[in-house]
């Protein structure tokens, strides 16, 4: 199973360090210094517009989507009742993707499970980033004890081993949507915890939070309100990144067999049967949801990669 | 120093502490009932009842759980139903498998990203910065299982220029000694992993170049390859740091995929197969080494760090 | 034999023996295919290739001597068990057809050139005589001999049967409750050649000798002990053991634990004394097991072949690379899973030949009668017909399949052909596939069908006992997980359910899961939650070869796992083993389990294992002929150049 770790960061080292990624900037002007260049929004949206990788990949976002969603508006086909007598056919005449062991037809089947998969990766994606955001916000901004609890509660989330728990889980109970994209936020939400508790852990020490403080501040203000805001940079790129290892373990999950149950169309199911009968040169099978699964999770990377240039090239024109 | 190291490990019998406490609670919800899963549903009543009585099976489960403990502490990391051996043996055979496939992975995965993440960041937005991340998003982006079998598909079965299994020796040397066999699991392994290196490595990089200190030592008319192995790369092996201690515990687990598919059983996959055969204390005795090697990568890392900054202080 | 899992490993033992015999214990002459019914012949033509079937490869060249070869294990079915009184949990054919028998042949063979028949030529014992009207059955042994100079005789029988009687239901995988041994009264070994046995009652000796007496291996006096302190004994002093009680059951607990550490197997004094054509040379902890010839063999031929590798593999995936990307030469003879069958002709390219034989078995799934919620519906008998009539086995066969499969429907196999079914017992009426016909079924019994929506019961008292007004039919189906062709067989199985108004909510487990879930219960019990579970695979006959009904569908029987229970089965399953005329009980019992499905029957592959499409045999291997029931003789075999 791959490890989820996102495209940099370095979310392993002790934020005493001091992060390795100057990140720790005041983006919003209340009640601390002023931005140099003007709207940092607009530089950030400029950078990453000017980002061609990053362009590339928010094109083929929208495309997925519309294809798995708006598709079988146009392409409809029937993926609950397998046709016996039109397996294993090659694409051409009424399947331009030919059909796979069940005679479903590829095209639309991929449509069907590009809706999970995008429904699972987003859901997924920004749940878990908020869920760490909060815990990493609340760990870093105390410290200390409390920090010091936090912190071993998401050491021991990473020791156990992410297999072990879908295995369990899928010998519990059947896997639906919903408890599929439970577990997979219980095992993401620990890399953005970290992330932000790091920045959290710096920002707490700027002046004008400790200036809040002093005036008689509350926390769960200054969290909000202060702190939150300023790790913006890091959440977006988090977020990106936890899509993209979102689909791609549900992805590896379906190989194994600990996805989702699977007469359900999905692109890793698809990617996994197919490889049983790559043998046969049964092709249409096995590259089409091979090519749809990496394009999107390349996507994501990039618009994500693109994201954290785009935030440090904030900083540098500081 | 000290300090921090006897902190840091009070910190991790703890964090191992919680990792058996989570996997035992786990497991005893599993349906399912392990004298019936071993004796086979043949077995009369009083035989389950007897195996139920001698294992303590039916004792409250954290009586059971200090049993556990117990033995965990003597070394004693339990029995395998499956294959009639201590957890101890299975793993004695299949983990210098997985080290070697592991270990060698992991080299050849450093070797090329960090050259290659340093290169990026020095020609930031350059032909090479551009196909390099594109190759590595790549890479990064597929499953493993599918790299693997493309790879057997054209390399050993439409070509035969290599071995579609990975060496069968039981020991470390052998497996050594057979490196035709060992190309396309360490490769394939390899190719994901130095995609996300490199990623960090260029990151990291870029990040390092923007230090002060560079612009100074530039400034001093250091020439460039100082510049860059001096500064940069000792500054950048943090990164590396946390990379290596990340990626120990997944030689043990991470390479399920390659073990399944280049026939190749090593402890990820006695791990999948335990618990598809419910063979409960397999389970238990990998998840407790993986939780212990994680923690002690985790130590290892954070050590390095110290050693490496004298900046970082506990 | 047992549960025939996909890849041959058990979980536990049910013999399912049925009777056919025509004669008084006939050898090897087959009378050849069911020429009676067409309508059987015609479903059940076997794709067949000729090669290697009925007679053994014979491939051109000169016969060399030595030789390795190398046999594939089935994916995770390593050898875990090597003492051949093997208990329920260590029933399998990893453990005993391709390691046990090859060093400690049981007394009696069957099964060669592909006939599942009992083969006197590769037998310990001769011919059994039935004497004191069928009672009494006195056989007599040939002169073999131990490895350790001992020779085998009856007293090996006696120190066997002495140990089984003490515990037989832990011990013994092939144990059905009031059967062997407990239908044995006593048995002798007047001299070192003769062993004696006296049945409680005066059964068929067919039955007898297929099912009964292929319970017996002479084991060593050397494992005679309790402790491996103990010196090994050498010959009868009158007072070993096993002679008490108490002590035979001592000496198996020592026997079997030795038996599970497969770390000693090969350096051990006990495993070490063989008198089959080979003994274990070595074995690692993956499971690879190196066996070479016993010179001391006592039968013929004696191997010429100078090794034996058993290799282990994670998946079939695994199984299928090695095959493309080394070869022959590096895999001698290999099981090829189904979904490789458009394969065949590349394989064979590179120098195999692909042995489409299956093994005596046949491929069910069972529905359980007593779960409190569906129970009262399965078990109507109009229900299970109908439900059969939603398999579409000839289009699964097709579609998933690759034509490596033959439809079933009824617990007598379709093939290999044997000498001892009647033509009439075989499934003669291909379980028709016919949504119409099960509509018919459940209308005419007052369910008011809706193709696409839910049937209900509108007339209870035409439902059955136990079904409401109004009651619809719902349940879940679990199946055994990572089998691609179970997993769309199921789905269209579902699919065809929805259209007569049957709402079938699949689920999938591993294989072991499954078939610890299946168990026979009571309704009030927690474990009679399960209301369907298809493990994939079916029975293969062993130890017991003839397939009778006792151990599946007599109440109350080991692995009756549905609680399937009609008065007329259990009368015919009965008779059966006393019967005069075999032939025309078996028939009755076959026709009717097939009237009156107890179990769900689905298609049977080709293969030792479930899901395989044949046995891959390299060319230059001589001497290879597919055992019917999956036994292995590699002492014939031969490499050419």
Request: net charge negative; glycine share 8%.
């Amino acid at each position: 199973m791959r490890s989820s770790i996102p495209g940099s960061g370095t979310e392993n080292a002790p934020a005493e360090a001091g992060d390795r990624k100057p990140v720790d900037v005041d983006v919003l002007p209340e009640g601390g210094e002023v931005a140099a260049t003007g709207n940092p929004w607009a530089v950030v949206a400029r950078t990453f517009a000017q980002n061609r990788l990053a362009m590339f990949g928010v094109g083929v976002v929208v495309v997925v989507t519309l294809f798995s969603f708006i598709g079988p508006l146009f392409h409809p086909t029937d993926q609950l009742n397998p046709n016996l007598l039109e397996v294993h056919l090659p694409p051409g005449g009424g399947h331009l993707l030919g059909t796979d062991s069940q005679g479903f037809d590829i095209l639309g089947r991929l449509m069907e499970g590009g809706k999970s998969s995008i429904e699972v990766g987003l859901a997924v994606g920004i749940i878990a980033t908020l869920i760490g955001l909060i815990y990493g916000a609340v760990s870093g901004f105390f410290g200390g004890a409390v920090d010091g609890v936090l912190m071993r509660v998401v050491d021991v989330g990473y020791a156990i081993p992410v297999v072990f728990l879908f295995i369990f889980m899928s010998q519990l109970v059947t896997p639906s949507l919903t408890l599929l994209i439970a577990l997979l936020v219980a095992v993401s939400w620990l890399i953005p915890a970290r992330l932000v508790r790091g920045e959290t852990l710096s920002l707490r020490t700027r002046e004008y939070v400790q200036a809040v403080q002093v005036m008689g501040g509350r926390s769960w203000r200054i969290i909000l309100r202060h702190i939150v805001p300023n790790t913006i940079g890091t959440i977006m790129v988090t977020v990106t990144f936890q899509v993209a290892n979102a689909i791609l373990t549900l992805a590896v999950l379906q190989y194994l067999g600990f996805g989702l149950p699977p007469s359900t169309p999905t692109w890793g199911g698809m990617l996994s049967e197919g490889t049983t009968y790559l043998q046969d040169g049964y092709w249409w099978q096995v590259y089409p949801p091979l090519f749809i699964i990496v394009i999107t999770v390349v996507a994501f990377n990039f618009i994500g990669d693109a994201l954290q240039d785009a935030f440090d090239v904030r900083l540098q024109e500081r | 120093m000290t300090g921090y190291i006897i902190r840091r490990l009070g910190e991790a019998i703890i964090v191992t502490l919680g990792v058996t406490m989570i996997t035992f609670a786990l497991l005893h919800l599993l349906p399912g009932n392990l004298a019936h899963d071993v004796l086979g549903p043949r077995a009369s009543p009083q035989e389950l009842a007897q195996f139920t009585q001698q294992n303590g099976l039916n004792r409250p489960i954290y009586v059971q759980y200090w049993l556990f403990l117990e033995k965990l502490l003597h070394g004693n990391l339990g029995y395998s139903y499956q294959y009639n051996r201590s957890v101890d043996s299975l793993l004695a055979s299949e983990l210098p498998r997985d080290l070697v496939l592991g270990g060698l992975s992991l080299i050849f995965a450093l070797l090329i990203a960090i050259p290659v993440g340093v290169a990026q960041a020095v020609r930031r937005n350059g032909v090479l910065d551009y196909t390099s991340t594109g190759v590595s998003f790549l890479l990064y982006s597929m499953p493993q299982y599918a790299i693997a079998l493309l790879l057997i598909q054209f390399l050993s079965i439409s070509f035969h220029v290599l071995p579609a299994e990975a060496p069968q020796s039981s020991s470390a040397l052998g497996m050594l000694a057979h490196p035709a066999g060992l190309v396309l699991p360490v490769a394939s392994l390899t190719l994901v992993t130095f995609a996300q290196f490199s990623r960090y490595m260029r990151s990291s990089a870029i990040d390092t170049l923007a230090q002060d200190y560079i612009r100074t030592a530039r400034a001093k008319g250091l020439s460039e390859r100082l510049v860059l192995w001096r500064h940069l790369l000792r500054n950048s092996l943090v990164t590396v740091v946390t990379l290596v201690g990340l990626s120990i515990p997944l030689v043990i687990t991470g390479t399920l995929i390659i073990e399944q598919v280049f026939n190749f059983p090593g402890a990820g996959l006695e791990y999948l197969q335990a618990t598809l055969s419910n063979d409960y204390e397999v389970m238990l005795g990998i998840t407790v080494l993986v939780g212990v090697v994680t923690v002690l990568g985790n130590l290892v890392a954070d050590i390095g760090y110290a050693i490496l900054d004298p900046r970082i202080r506990y | 034999m047992q549960k025939l899992a996909r890849h041959g490993v058990a979980a536990s033992a049910a013999v399912l023996v049925m009777v056919l015999a025509a004669a008084c214990g006939s050898s090897s002459s087959s009378s050849g295919n069911s020429s009676g019914s067409s309508a059987a012949s015609a479903s059940a033509s076997l794709p067949t290739n000729g090669a290697g079937l009925t007679q053994p490869t014979t491939p051109a060249g000169t016969r060399l001597s030595g030789g390795t070869v190398f046999f594939t294990e089935g994916p995770d079915a390593a050898p875990n068990y090597i003492f051949p009184m093997y208990s329920p949990q260590v029933c399998s054919t990893a453990n005993n057809n391709q390691l046990e028998y090859m060093m400690y042949r049981p007394l009696y063979w069957y099964g060669n050139n592909y006939r599942p028949n009992i083969d006197y030529d590769y037998s310990i014992g001769e011919q059994p005589q039935f004497s004191d009207g069928n009672k009494t059955v006195t056989i007599k042994l040939n002169s073999w001999k131990w490895s350790n100079g001992e020779p085998v005789t009856s007293r090996d029988l006696v120190f066997w049967m002495n140990m089984m009687k003490a515990s037989p239901a832990t011990e013994w995988c092939g144990y059905v409750p009031g059967y062997f041994p407990d239908n044995v009264a006593s048995y002798s070994a007047p001299d070192p050649q003769t062993f004696v046995l006296h049945f409680t009652k005066d059964y068929n000796p067919t039955w007898v000798t297929y099912d009964e007496l292929s319970q017996l291996t002479p084991i060593p006096l050397a494992w005679d002990r309790t402790s491996l302190s103990q010196p090994a004994p050498t010959s009868d002093n009158g007072h070993l053991p096993d002679t008490t009680k108490a002590g035979a059951a001592a000496v198996y607990k020592f026997l079997d634990g030795e038996a599970k550490k497969p770390g000693s197997w090969a350096t051990s004094p006990l495993w070490q004394v063989v008198d089959g054509p080979f003994h274990l040379q070595s074995f690692t902890t993956a499971g690879e097991a190196t066996l070479v010839p016993n010179p001391d063999y006592s039968g013929s031929p004696k191997a010429t072949i100078s090794k034996l590798v058993e290799l282990p593999f994670t998946s079939e995936t695994a199984i299928y690379n090695q095959l493309r990307s080394a070869g022959p030469s590096s895999l001698t003879v290999a099981n090829l899973p189904s979904q490789y069958a458009p394969q065949i002709s590349a394989l064979e390219a590179i120098g195999y030949t692909d042995n489409k034989a299956a093994s005596y078995s046949f491929n069910y799934f069972p529905l359980n009668l007593h779960n409190p919620k569906v129970g009262p519906i399965f078990s109507q008998m109009y229900f299970r017909q109908a439900f059969q009539h939603l398999l579409d086995q000839q289009g699964w066969i097709k579609a998933f399949l690759t034509d490596t499969a033959i439809p079933t429907c009824g617990p007598v196999p379709d093939a290999p052909p044997s000498s001892l079914v009647s033509a009439a017992s075989i499934s003669f009426t291909p379980c028709a596939f016919s949504t119409s016909a099960a509509q018919q079924l459940l209308s005419s019994h007052g369910w008011k069908v809706v193709p696409g929506g839910t049937t209900t019961c509108q007339n209870p008292s035409l439902c059955g006992a136990g079904i409401t007004q109004g009651e619809g039919i719902s349940f879940t189906l679990d199946y055994e997980s990572g089998v691609v062709s179970v997993q769309n067989e199921m789905n269209d199985l579902a699919a065809q359910a929805k259209k007569v108004g049957i709402n079938i909510n699949l689920t999938t487990h591993p294989f072991g899961t499954v078939i610890s879930t299946a168990v026979a219960c009571q309704p009030s019990q927690p474990t009679c939650k399960w209301q369907a579970e298809n493990w994939g695979a079916g029975w293969i006959y062993g130890p017991s070869y003839l397939p009778t009904g006792e151990q599946l569908f007599a109440p109350g029987a080991v692995a009756n796992y549905g609680s399937y229970n009609d008065a007329s089965t259990t009368q015919l399953i009965s008779e059966v083993t006393v019967a005069s005329n075999e032939t025309q009980e078996l028939d009755a019992y076959a026709q009717n389990v097939s009237q009156r499905v107890p179990v769900v029957f689905q298609p049977t592959s080709i293969g030792t294992y479930q899901g395989d499409a044949g046995t891959l045999v390299a060319k230059n291997l001589g001497g290879y002929a597919a055992n019917a029931l999956g036994l292995m003789n590699p002492e014939d075999w031969y490499f050419t150049r």
